[in-house]
């Protein structure tokens, strides 16, 4: 029962942060967006970050230097691998010691899993504020400020609060926040 109450606890609050998202960007979801809505098939929905491709600038080239620089992603591979044991250890736990059906299992798991995926995405936010901090470094605020302002125009400005339970990268408008102390795009 409790398992039936939390799914449409999730469904109704997805569909808030889905409303509210669409209210403040002025923008179509899509198909996409009737998607995120639905237990376990919104873990598996892409969500389209770009209208259009950025050009690859001197700071993003720098950036990516800062991600090999500083193991980011060997520390976010380790994190994953961490997320699997644990959640490998509760779905077993489920299935062997409370005698859920596969089903009810895979359902708790999906719930389970939401707060970590949250978690997951601000330690990924802060790699990339962090891999900003180094290019920025590198490349000076004239060169920042531009590629900001074409990151700007090419993604598609989502919300903070919408980005940070969809993304694992920060919106420019953060970004730029962070860095140049003043907001480009973005809402
Ligand atoms: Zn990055």
Redesign the pocket.
Known sequence: MLLYILLCLEIALRTVLEIRERRITQMRGGVFAVLRLIPLVNDIVPLPENRKEPQKSQFVEK??E??RVLR?SVLRNLMKVAFLMVAVWFFSAMVVRWNASFIEAVLWLHLAAIPFKWFFNWYCWN??FE??AYAFKEVGKQKAKAAMQELAECEIPYTKLFASVYRE?PTVALRSQRILKKVIGGR
């Open positions: 950036h990516e800062g991600h980011h790699q990339e891999a900003d990268h």
